[in-house]
């Protein structure tokens, strides 16, 4: 309440502090008894029993104000109920001191919203939760028919959510009726989305990434799911959500495509990311249409979203991303690798207590041995593609030199464990650090293992240990 220095000429009592001092020939009174300040009381006196017998307040004159009510002039509006009494008198200067019994007791939504603001950061950290445990107990193949088109109706789903927030936010249209009180909770419905297809990315990138290079590329993709929940980056508005759209469209179509077409080339991520401008393109017109101006849909839309498509292909010909959908499953160094009917038999001198080894990386060699790698890898059903096995050794002089190359053929039967394969090198007396990578024939790494090869100082008889691959 606004406080008014005290003036002796005119009358102060506690309840009436910060009342407009009146003015000469303006009606007022000095205060009567009861508390009523600069109003006739006769008025007062020949109101209350009509006011009385209808249950009804008494109607006051133009600018007259009450004890423990007082009228703003410049509003216009009583700050609290009118006085009906010496009880109603107190409960007044009780609503003045508690806004809440002024503003009257609230509805379940409102109780409803104002716990979800006082529990913010909890119902954020549930939502990410909430979307990564769906998918955790959901996500499936990422060649399963149902997960691609959960993912796509998803991605539809967001598409048209955050046009209507644009079309909404530009005053073009309103939601009405049943769909204002939906439209609520649209903001976490597309956060819900955001973080379910990025929890699916996050999965499915993992599983293909391999060496620090995709690894990073992957640890971007796991900040924006995490980013996506903050409520600093919801404020920054339509930009940042076209452009976090326009990424999760060309995740969802650079694996989609090689699904479809059993291969993985360049020129279907091009695709991919072509298709993805078109939607950006779409979403583009859209708003231009609807503000009249070119301005606004470029730097809300089209700027963002084709940003991150340039982006994404400088990343991908950087063989930065991971080579979804194909994955590593299982890899190893053995010094030999024969088939036997449905199993491969894995020969390994591995010590127990080097557990975290996979085979033989650090190899006891002779002149003359091979060293081989076994490798499984997921490819989906109906896929049939090349892959290379790739050895470097890492010269003290010229660091690391290629040791050859071997193209491999890798099916995707719908075997779990994935396509099993092998390649090798022959030892030629030079022990020190090796590399075998397995990639893609343009050159992304699905998978790699490092090993030392030693010169193995005994010369009589080897044991080794055998596993099945």
């Known amino acids: 309440m606004r406080q008014v220095p005290s003036d002796p000429a005119a009358p102060n009592t506690s309840e009436d502090a910060g009342t407009p001092k009146s003015q000469p020939g303006d009606g007022a009174r000095s205060p009567a008894p009861g508390g009523v300040a600069g109003t006739d009381a006769n008025a007062v006196a020949k109101a209350a029993p009509a006011a009385a017998a209808s249950g009804e307040a008494p109607v006051l004159a133009e600018g007259a104000q009450t004890h423990g009510n007082v009228v703003d002039p410049a509003v216009g509006v009583p700050a609290a109920a009118p006085l009906r009494g010496r009880a109603d008198a107190t409960e007044g200067a009780s609503a003045l001191g508690d806004p809440q019994a002024a503003e009257g007791p609230k509805g379940l939504a409102a109780r409803i919203q104002a716990f979800r603001e006082k529990h913010a950061m909890a119902e954020i950290a549930l939502l990410l939760v909430a979307g990564f445990l769906f998918d955790v107990f959901t996500l499936s193949r990422i060649d399963d028919v149902s997960t691609l088109a959960q993912q796509g109706a998803y991605l539809g789903v967001l598409g048209w959510l955050l046009l209507l927030e644009q079309r909404y936010a530009l005053g073009v249209a309103t939601p009405s009726g049943w769909w204002a009180k939906v439209w609520r909770f649209s903001e976490e419905a597309v956060h819900f989305l955001f973080g379910s297809l990025l929890s699916c990315f996050t999965v499915f990138y993992f599983k293909s990434a391999s060496g620090w290079t995709s690894l990073l590329f992957l640890a971007v993709i796991f900040t924006l799911l995490i980013v996506n929940e903050l409520p600093r980056f919801r404020a920054l508005g339509p930009m940042m959500r076209v452009a976090l759209f326009s990424l999760c469209l060309t995740s969802y179509f650079a694996y989609l495509l090689p699904v479809l077409a059993g291969m993985v080339r360049p020129w279907l991520f091009v695709v991919a990311v072509l298709l993805s401008c078109g939607v950006t393109l779409s979403y583009h017109l859209w708003v231009a249409t609807w503000t009249q101006s070119k301005v606004a849909g470029f730097k809300n839309v089209l700027l963002p979203g084709v940003g991150v498509q340039v982006l994404l292909l400088v990343l991908y010909f950087l063989k930065v991303t991971p080579p979804v959908p194909l994955s590593i499953t299982e890899m190893g160094i053995y010094h030999d690798v024969r088939r036997e009917g449905s199993d491969y038999l894995l020969s390994h001198q591995r010590p127990d207590w080097r557990f975290w080894h996979k ?26 593609d090349q892959i290379v096995a790739r050895w470097w050794y890492d010269d003290p002089k010229r660091g690391w030199v290629s040791r050859g190359n071997k193209v491999l053929e890798v099916r995707g039967g719908g075997r779990e464990s994935g396509f099993r394969t092998n390649s090798y090198m022959t030892y030629r007396g030079v022990p020190g650090r090796y590399r075998v990578e397995i990639t893609t024939l343009t050159g992304h790494v699905i998978g790699q293992l490092n090993l030392e090869v030693v010169a193995d100082p005994d010369r009589g008889p080897r044991e080794f240990k055998i596993v099945k691959g």
């Open 359 to 384: 085979g033989d990386q650090y190899f006891l060699a002779r002149e003359g041995d091979k060293v081989w790698v076994f490798v499984s890898v997921f490819a989906p059903r109906r896929f049939q």
